[in-house]
């Protein structure tokens, strides 16, 4: 089992940075794969970005660029550094951890997920 816990959410302004943090307990978040998707008012959870367990990346297009997703296994915690935010990134974003050994930007594939922290971006 591994629980997930988000952090780092708020309120900010068009153009400014957030980073969330992911810090995981349990079983040795090193081994998983993690990734964060994101739910806005309305719409389907997406997919954002995804870092394998030995750290290659990937990122949804209109991320790309402007989000880093990275880790660091000896504190069991993932992070995603979110930059010149937009309104549209407003959302409701969890991380989430698979034991399924292979990329997925699918929501099903993923084990464990955190509760989600709120990210608002007000133009």
């Known amino acids: 089992q591994v629980q997930l816990v988000e952090s780092g959410g708020g309120l900010v302004q068009a153009g400014d940075s957030l980073r969330l943090s992911c810090a995981a307990s349990g079983r040795t978040f090193g081994s998983y794969d993690m990734a964060w998707f994101r739910q806005a008012p309305g719409k389907e959870r997406e997919f954002v970005a995804a870092?394998?367990?030995?750290?290659?990346?990937y990122y949804t297009d209109s991320v790309k660029g402007r989000f880093t997703i990275s880790r660091d296994n000896a504190k069991n915690t993932g992070y995603l550094q979110m930059n010149s935010l937009k309104p549209e990134d407003t959302a409701v974003y969890y991380c989430?951890?698979?034991?399924?050994?292979?990329?997925?930007?699918?929501?099903?594939?993923?084990?464990?997920w955190g509760q989600g922290t709120q990210v608002t971006v007000s133009s």
């Open positions: 989430a951890a698979s034991s399924r050994g292979h990329y997925s930007d699918y929501d099903g594939d993923y084990n464990y």
């Open positions: 870092i394998r367990w030995y750290g290659s990346t």
